[in-house]
């Protein structure tokens, strides 16, 4: 975690609760440690964050697989397209736009380079730093159905939070070289 921990030692003093908070979320978790990187990989990713994604990846050693990493990063990209296009369906609310098919290629969302509940659930931590309610609802109902349980989506949600705020402080504060 030196990486992760020299990241997050620039953080200023307001924002001590975020320094402390992200190593926490991602030593105490119920997530495995390819769960916990992998969500805040995608988290870091879907943040605009690339200092943030190379300290994690890092800090997560050998934890962080290149396919685990790879799935991160697609579930980063494949909701900021869905994340769009969902929430501003349900936002106009019209029936009309429900029933029209969206036509955007999702192929790797059936078929990821780890496992499938793995990358349903980095797809509902960028769901969620995204609002888009459908998707979080989606991908919720996936992974529990996939096995796991909801203190691992609980977990995953914690852990999107705080990289999430990690990544604003990444682009706001200056950074020790």
Same mark, same amino acid.
């Given at each position: 975690?030196?990486?992760?921990?020299?990241?997050?030692?620039?953080?200023?003093?307001?924002?001590?609760?975020? =320094?402390?908070?992200?190593?926490?979320?991602?030593?105490?978790?119920?997530?495995?440690?390819?769960?916990?990187?992998?969500?805040?990989?995608?988290?870091?990713?879907?943040?605009?964050?690339?200092?943030?994604?190379?300290?994690?990846?890092?800090?997560?050693?050998?934890?962080? *697989?290149?396919?685990?990493?790879?799935?991160?990063?697609?579930?980063?990209?494949?909701?900021?397209?869905?994340?769009?296009?969902?929430?501003a369906?349900?936002?106009?609310?019209?029936?009309?736009?429900?029933?029209?098919?969206? =036509?955007? =290629?999702m192929?790797?969302?059936?078929a990821?380079?780890?496992?499938?509940?793995?990358?349903?659930?980095?797809?509902?931590?960028?769901?969620?730093?995204?609002?888009?309610?459908?998707?979080?609802?989606?991908?919720?109902?996936?992974?529990?159905?996939?096995?796991?349980? *909801?203190?691992?989506?609980?977990?995953?949600?914690?852990?999107?939070?705080?990289?999430?705020?990690?990544?604003?402080?990444?682009?706001?504060?200056?950074v020790?070289?």
């Open positions: 975690m030196d990486a992760l921990m020299q990241l997050a030692a620039a953080f200023p003093d307001a924002a001590k609760d975020i =320094r402390l908070n992200l190593t926490a979320v991602l030593q105490q978790s119920v997530l495995s440690p390819a769960q916990r990187f992998g969500v805040a990989t995608a988290v870091a990713h879907a943040s605009r964050a690339p200092a943030l994604v190379t300290a994690l990846a890092s800090a997560a050693g050998t934890e962080l *697989t290149p396919a685990v990493a790879a799935d991160a990063q697609a579930a980063a990209a494949l909701m900021a397209m869905n994340n769009v296009y969902y929430r369906r349900h936002m106009l609310g019209k029936a009309e736009y429900a029933a029209m098919p969206p =036509r955007l =290629r192929q790797r969302l059936a990821p380079a780890g496992a499938k509940v793995d990358f349903e659930l980095f797809a509902l931590a960028v769901s969620a730093v995204f609002g888009c309610t459908t998707c979080v609802q989606a991908h919720e109902r996936a992974v529990v159905e996939g096995g796991l349980s *909801t203190a691992q989506v609980h977990d995953a949600l914690r852990i999107a939070a705080v990289v999430h705020a990690a990544a604003l402080l990444v682009a706001t504060a200056p020790a070289a």
